[in-house]
C-alpha cells in the first residue's frame, strides 16, 4: 500500500518537472518518461500506473474538489461572502486555484492514463491476462476522470493519445458531455469490466467498481434499465465482489477502518510526508489527504472552512442517528490531542458552535464530523490519513433503488431503501421508507432523494444528484445559482493557451 502512493509522488514528480504550471494544455513533458526509453518492463508500467492513481489521490482529490463541487450544494455554508453566482462567475474571469486545479489534475491523470495505454503495447508480461488487467485499470481511471469532467464542466476536448505524439493538432476541439460517454467512458468501462478481477486489492480498481461507475454514468444519463441491469449485477452477487454495508456509522468513512465492505472504490493516503501544501507547484505536498485539515471543526484544530446548513439539519427525520454521526452538535464530547504535543495525552472537551466559528455566520450549531480522522482517543487534523471512498456500497444500493423505481418496480426499491435504513437506525424496528412516505406526504421518489441527502451529505454527490433530478435551480437559486451554472465556466488560462479553439461555457461570456 505504501509503496504504491510513494511511487505516485516520484512519478508525479517525474512527470512534471519540465511543465509549465500555469496550464493542463501547455504541459507537453519532455523528459524521459514520456517516451520509449523509460518503458521497457512491467515495473516500469506499474510506477507510471502509480502516477495515474497520484492524479486523483495527489491532485484533485487532495483539497481542490473538496472546496469546489464538494460544497457547491445546498448542504453546506461557506466561510466567503460571496454569494453562490458571484463565485462562479469570477471564476470564469480569472484564474482561481480551486476550480483550474480540478481541471488540470482530471487532464493530468488522463494523459497519465493515455502514456500507460501507448507504450503497454510493446511490454512484454508473464501473461496476456496480467496485460490486459493493467490497461482495464488504466481505462478505469481515464473514464473515471472523464466522468468527473463531463458532469463538472461538459464540454471536453477527448484526448486518447499521449500528448507528446500530438503535434501541431495537439489541442483539441470539445466534444458534448453525450459524446464524451458514448466515445470513452461506456467504451473504457465495458473494457475495465471484461479485464480487472472481482474482488482486487485495495487502493486498486477492480471488477466492481467499473460496473459501478457504469452503472452511476447510465443513471446520470437517464439510462435507467442499463443502470439496473449493471447495479443488479453488483447487487446479486454481492457476496462475489466482498460488498455489504458496515453497521456501525462512525466506521464507514474512517481512518481506523479502511477498505471496508462498503467500499467499492476508495482513493488511499497515508500519515509519512503529510503537510498542508495542496497544489502540484508545492514539493513537499506529502502523502496524505487535507479534508480533515479544511472541514474539521477549530476545536480540534481544523479551519472548518464550511459547515451544515440549518436546511440539512432539519432533513434528518427525529431520531435518525446519522445526524450526530455525520455532524458534531452542541455538547458532544471531544478528545484532542494538542498540536505540536504528539507525546502528551489528549484533552476532552466540549463541542461549543462558539468556539468553532471562522466568523459569525455559523450559527447553525452543528460542524462536519464525518470523515475527520480519528486515532484511538482523539481527533487529529495532522493525521491526514482519511481515505476518500468515491463509491460505496450503499449508494449502489439506492442508486439500484432509484433505477428500480424509475421503471416501475418500486417494491424492489422499497426492499433496498429499507436496507440502508435499517443499517443507519441500527434496529429491527426502524421507520420503513413506508413509514416515512406516510408520515411525510412524499412519494417514492421524494423519498429516495431524502435518503441520500441523509446519507451521502459531505461526499461530494449532492450537487450532481440535484442537476441530474432537475432540482438544481429551485434548490440552489436562493444561493445565486442560475440554470447555465450547472457546469462550472472553462478556466480562462486553459482558453487562453488554446487560442481560442476551447470555448467558454453558455452564461459566463
Not at 489521490?57 to 448542504?75: C, E, I, N, P
Not at 502523502?287 to 446548513?309: D, M, R, V
Not at 475527520?372 to 495532522?382: E, F, H, L, S
Request: aromatic share 14%; proline share 5%.
Amino acid at each position: 500500500m505504501k509503496r504504491l502512493y510513494f511511487l505516485a509522488i516520484t512519478v508525479a514528480l517525474m512527470f512534471s518537472s519540465a511543465c509549465n504550471p500555469d496550464t493542463f494544455l501547455e504541459r507537453i513533458p519532455e523528459n524521459e518518461i514520456t517516451n520509449g526509453v523509460f518503458f521497457k518492463n512491467p515495473r516500469d508500467i506499474e510506477l507510471a500506473m502509480a502516477g495515474v492513481y497520484g492524479s486523483f489521490s495527489q491532485g484533485a482529490y487532495k483539497v481542490a474538489v473538496h472546496t469546489t463541487t464538494d460544497v457547491m450544494d445546498d448542504d453546506q455554508e461557506t466561510v466567503s461572502e460571496l454569494p453562490f453566482n458571484r463565485f462562479i462567475i469570477q471564476a470564469a474571469k480569472q484564474p482561481n486555484a480551486a476550480y483550474d486545479q480540478s481541471w488540470q489534475w482530471f487532464f493530468e491523470a488522463i494523459f497519465r492514463a493515455n502514456v500507460v495505454l501507448y507504450y503497454i503495447k510493446d511490454i512484454e508480461y508473464p501473461s496476456e491476462d496480467q496485460k490486459l488487467k493493467v490497461e482495464a485499470e488504466a481505462r478505469f481511471l481515464r473514464a473515471l476522470a472523464y466522468f468527473n469532467l463531463a458532469n463538472t464542466w461538459g464540454m471536453v476536448p477527448i484526448y486518447t493519445e499521449p500528448l507528446i505524439l500530438l503535434t501541431e493538432d495537439y489541442i483539441l476541439p470539445q466534444s458534448t458531455p453525450e459524446q464524451v460517454y458514448e466515445e470513452i467512458i461506456y467504451p473504457d468501462l465495458n473494457f475495465a469490466k471484461e479485464h480487472l478481477a472481482d474482488n482486487d486489492i485495495t487502493a486498486r480498481a477492480d471488477r466492481g467498481a467499473a460496473i459501478a461507475l457504469m452503472g452511476k454514468a447510465f443513471l446520470y444519463e437517464g439510462k435507467y434499465e442499463e443502470a439496473k441491469t449493471a447495479f443488479a449485477e453488483i447487487v446479486q452477487n454481492e457476496g462475489k465482489y466482498g460488498y455489504g454495508l458496515v453497521n456501525d456509522l462512525d466506521e464507514i468513512i474512517s481512518n481506523q477502518n479502511q477498505y471496508n465492505e462498503e467500499s467499492v472504490f476508495e482513493l488511499a493516503y497515508i500519515y509519512e510526508n503529510a503537510s498542508n501544501a495542496w497544489t502540484k507547484d508545492f514539493p513537499n505536498s506529502g502523502t496524505g489527504s487535507l479534508k480533515t485539515q479544511y472541514f474539521a471543526p477549530a476545536q480540534i484544530n481544523g479551519w472548518e472552512n464550511t459547515w451544515p446548513t440549518l436546511n440539512l439539519v432539519t432533513e434528518f427525520e427525529d431520531g435518525d442517528p446519522r445526524k450526530g454521526a455525520w455532524m458534531y452538535q452542541e455538547g458532544d464530547t471531544l478528545l484532542v490531542k494538542p498540536l505540536g504535543e504528539s507525546d502528551y495525552r489528549p484533552f476532552e472537551t466540549t463541542y461549543d458552535v462558539s468556539e468553532n466559528r471562522k466568523n459569525p455566520d455559523n450559527r447553525n450549531g452543528v460542524s462536519i464530523r464525518k470523515g475527520m480522522v480519528y486515532y484511538p482517543g482523539y481527533y487529529d487534523v495532522a493525521g491526514y490519513e482519511d481515505n476518500r471512498i468515491l463509491i460505496r456500497y450503499a449508494d449502489v444500493l439506492l442508486m439500484y433503488a432509484e433505477a428500480l423505481a424509475m421503471t416501475g418496480q418500486e417494491g424492489e426499491a422499497k426492499m433496498l431503501i429499507n436496507r440502508v435504513r435499517q443499517r443507519a437506525f441500527g434496529s429491527d424496528t426502524f421507520p420503513t421508507v413506508e413509514q416515512y412516505m406516510a408520515d411525510s406526504g412524499k412519494d417514492l421518489m421524494e423519498a429516495i432523494k431524502h435518503e441520500r441527502r441523509v446519507e451521502f451529505c459531505f461526499e461530494g454527490t449532492r450537487f450532481f444528484d440535484l442537476k441530474r433530478w432537475g432540482d438544481d435551480v429551485e434548490r440552489l437559486s436562493p444561493r445565486g445559482y442560475k440554470p447555465y451554472m450547472e457546469y462550472l465556466p472553462i478556466p480562462p488560462n486553459e482558453i487562453v493557451a488554446a487560442g481560442g479553439i476551447l470555448k467558454q461555457n453558455q452564461g459566463y461570456n
